[in-house]
C-alpha cells in the first residue's frame, strides 16, 4: 500500500489520524490534454471526499476531503 498519514480536523473525521492511498489522493489522471480540460471542468467546486483508512490500509474509519474552498 503507497499511502500517506493525515491527522485530519475536518468536520467529516473529527480529528481522526488516518491513511489515504496515493491513487485516491492523485484522483483520475488525464490521458490527454482534452482528457485533463474534461476532468477539470467535472470537478466539484466544493472538493470531495476521499476514504480515511486504518493503519493496516483494509479498513475504511473515515473521509478525507481534498480540494474545495
Not at 468536520?11 to 482534452?34: C, I, M, R
Amino acid at each position: 500500500m503507497i499511502g500517506f498519514f493525515f491527522s485530519t480536523n475536518g468536520s467529516f473525521t473529527h480529528g481522526t489520524a488516518g491513511y489515504v492511498l496515493k491513487k485516491d489522493l492523485n484522483g483520475e489522471q488525464p490521458k490527454s490534454p482534452q482528457d485533463a480540460i474534461a476532468i477539470q471542468n467535472s470537478r466539484s467546486l466544493g472538493g470531495r471526499a476521499i476514504p480515511l483508512y486504518d493503519v493496516e490500509g483494509a479498513t475504511v474509519i473515515g473521509v478525507f476531503h481534498v480540494g474545495g474552498k
